[in-house]
């Protein structure tokens, strides 16, 4: 199974701030990769699809990029409503596989 | 409006048998592939299965293969969980999602315990 580490797992920030997500693949994912953003209490909403394809109604804040093994979520500034959790996922073989996720909260 | 409804959880003994039921509307159900996603409880994600638009191609992680199935009805737009032989690490929350999760049902818990 191809495993996605992620880093790091706890991230504290501020409005405005600009934060990066990391996401590691354990073997090349050929950039079939997606990040996901959830809430307490929701189901994860997509944000990213195939690395750096911004979904319909997802700010452009939101950014993605990366290649082979190595991805990154991008906020450009950090909204009030974008604390949450986020986690990557590949699609590029079976099983498909996520991060553990990153915990994003107010600094 | 794409809508993603579960049903079908709640609580059930270990070895015991649950289907659960995912009801699709606002999209051409017969047009995408599904798949089922669960979370336990205060932990990530894990793919469970996956079936193809048409239901003739099928995927399971090997931690349930051999005791779920998913399948489908699209006459019925509903994608169907037969969960049976369930253990404790079962014990989660069923997301039905449509394709490589652009949308996602609410969710419907189920546990396994004595």
């Known amino acids: 199974d191809i495993q996605m580490t992620q880093s790091p797992s706890l991230l504290s920030a501020s409005v405005g701030d600009r934060v990066t997500i990391n996401c590691k693949a354990s073997?090349?994912?050929?950039?079939?990769l997606n990040w996901y953003q959830q809430k307490l209490g929701e189901a994860p909403k997509l944000l990213i699809y195939?690395?750096?394809n911004l979904q319909t109604g997802i700010p452009s804040r939101f950014s993605g990029s990366g290649s082979g093994t190595d991805y990154t979520l991008t906020i450009s500034s950090l909204q009030p409503e974008d604390f949450g959790t986020y986690f990557c996922?590949?699609?590029?073989?079976?099983?498909?596989?996520f991060g553990a996720g990153t915990k994003l909260e107010l600094k | 409006e794409v809508q993603l409804v579960e049903s079908g959880g709640g609580l059930v003994q270990p070895g015991r048998s649950m289907k659960l039921s995912c009801a699709a509307s606002?999209?051409?159900?017969?047009?995408?592939?599904m798949a089922w996603v669960r979370q336990a409880p205060t932990k990530g994600l894990e793919w469970v299965a996956t079936?193809?638009?048409?239901?003739?191609?099928?995927y399971y992680r090997d931690s349930v293969k051999g005791r779920f199935t998913i399948s489908r009805d699209n006459a019925k737009s509903t994608l169907y969980l037969q969960m049976n032989s369930l253990r404790s690490e079962d014990t989660a929350t069923y997301y039905c999602?449509?394709?490589?999760?652009?949308?996602w049902g609410q969710g419907v818990m189920v546990t396994v315990s004595s």
């Open positions: 999602t449509r394709g490589l999760g652009a949308w």
């Open positions: 606002g999209f051409t159900f017969s047009n995408y592939g």
């Open positions: 079936i193809s638009y048409d239901g003739s191609s099928t």
């Open positions: 073997q090349n994912i050929n950039k079939y």
């Open positions: 195939n690395t750096n």
């Open positions: 996922f590949q699609h590029n073989s079976w099983p498909y596989t």
